[in-house]
């Protein structure tokens, strides 16, 4: 049976296996490792205090707690500098400043280019965008196998194509879109990219001088970060297109009651008291994860993903969503409503996710209402898939 070396080093593992619960859903959140959980504590126990403010020795080591966990996101992505590194609340957050930011570059009749299969997040923020400016929201259908298709994309992306936003990975389909001739067919034409990395900076590590996109956002809730913190990854020089979205304390550097003069990124960004805690947490959980051996956690998690896909491909009716690359699968079964089995399931102490996904579109694309996810970590192992398939064959004896 498959063990997880790491399972040991979340302990809220053993809590939820004491209480009948089998955990299979990180895609939406993850469990936390001890490493971070006592950063959380030593935090917070050692005298908090605000950043980039006051001079006391309290606020200088949350200063350099805060800045430090700055370069250690920076280097998890190899930016070339801390500061194309801003800390916001989440995914979401960083694709709506994004969308602020970048307003003022839109003309009407300008052309957003998003994907079939984008999270509400990376929809919502540029569907509100192209309303404000009068703007087209262009969406890049898929292929068969739920890839974005490139035959499409090389039509849609044009000379009025101002900004495309697509996922690396969907939430939905578990599958690696191809990123660099999306890329490169928006760069041909002067657009701004914007990648949505929630799921994918999960999987592995992302070089961002490779990828070479403007913008990377990812939430640190699901790499077993702390909740409340998010990343927003831009070039030096992509920065400089922004507008500044929110205003108040620590981004502004002269401020008169007439007249106001603010700081570039990062901190021109980072109005208001940060999530401090959360951001040092971030840096203690990326250095956990940097000490773990990540050829041994890619074939974990393949391991995972194989035995995932075996399992689910034995149920008869059973429609998988796309084509998943990842331990992640979404799938309805013929005749049986997805809400139905995700309570028969919780029942067992499975816990998975049913429902739209936050991706209503491509539901609606996929002609269906909703689907059952299970989306497995490092720390799940072949016990997690043994419960859930016989909580799978109980429930479907009951509802077929
Ligand atoms: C692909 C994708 N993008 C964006 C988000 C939004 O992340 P958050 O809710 O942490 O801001 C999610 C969350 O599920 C996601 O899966």
Not at 37 to 45: A, F, K, Q, R, V
Not at 224 to 238: H, T
Not at 297 to 311: D, F, I, R, T
Request: charge should be negative; include cysteine; glycine fraction near 10%.
């Amino acid at each position: 049976m498959l063990c997880s070396p790491w399972r040991s080093d979340f302990p809220a593992l053993a809590i939820l296996e004491a209480q009948g619960q089998t955990y299979l859903d990180s895609a939406a959140t993850a469990q936390k490792p001890q490493a971070l959980i006592e950063s959380l504590t030593g935090y917070y126990t050692s005298g908090t205090a605000n950043v980039h403010r006051a001079q006391h020795q309290a606020a200088e080591r949350a200063t350099r707690a805060f800045e430090n966990a700055r370069l250690k996101v920076a280097h998890w992505l190899n930016a070339r500098s801390p500061t194309e590194i801003l800390f916001t609340h989440g995914a979401t957050e960083a694709l709506n400043l994004l969308a602020y930011g970048l307003e003022h570059l839109l003309q009407p009749d300008d052309e957003i280019v998003i994907s079939a299969l984008e999270h509400h997040a990376n929809l919502l923020p540029w569907q509100q965008l192209a309303q404000r400016r009068g703007a087209k929201l262009v969406v890049l259908p898929l292929d068969k196998d739920g890839l974005i298709d490139l035959e499409s994309a090389s039509r849609l992306i044009g000379s009025r194509t101002r900004l495309l936003a697509v996922s690396q990975l969907s939430n939905v389909l578990g599958a690696w879109q191809p990123l660099t001739p999306l890329l490169s067919l928006a760069k041909t034409q002067g657009a701004l990219t914007i990648v949505d990395g929630a799921q994918g900076v999960v999987h592995g590590r992302h070089d961002m001088q490779a990828l070479a996109c403007d913008f990377y956002v990812f939430s640190g809730h699901k790499l077993y970060g702390p909740e409340g913190v998010g990343v927003l990854y831009g070039r030096d020089e992509s920065l400089l297109k922004l507008k500044h979205w929110q205003f108040g304390g620590e981004m502004v550097r002269i401020a008169e009651y007439q007249h106001a003069e603010f700081h570039a990124a990062p901190l021109g960004f980072e109005a208001g008291t940060p999530a401090i805690g959360a951001v040092i947490g971030l840096g203690a959980t990326l250095d956990y994860l940097s000490r773990q051996d990540a050829t041994a956690v890619a074939a974990h998690e393949q391991k995972l993903h194989s035995q995932l896909l075996s399992g689910l491909s034995a149920y008869s009716g059973l429609r998988l969503l796309g084509k998943p690359t990842i331990a992640l699968a979404c799938f309805t079964i013929d005749g049986v409503h997805h809400g139905d089995l995700a309570h028969l399931l919780t029942e067992q102490g499975i816990a998975v996710r049913s429902g739209s996904h936050c991706a209503q579109p491509l539901m609606k694309t996929l002609g269906i209402d909703g689907a059952i996810r299970v989306s497995l970590g490092l720390y799940n192992d072949g016990g997690d898939l043994q419960r859930f398939f016989s909580a799978m064959d109980r429930a479907l004896e009951l509802l077929q």
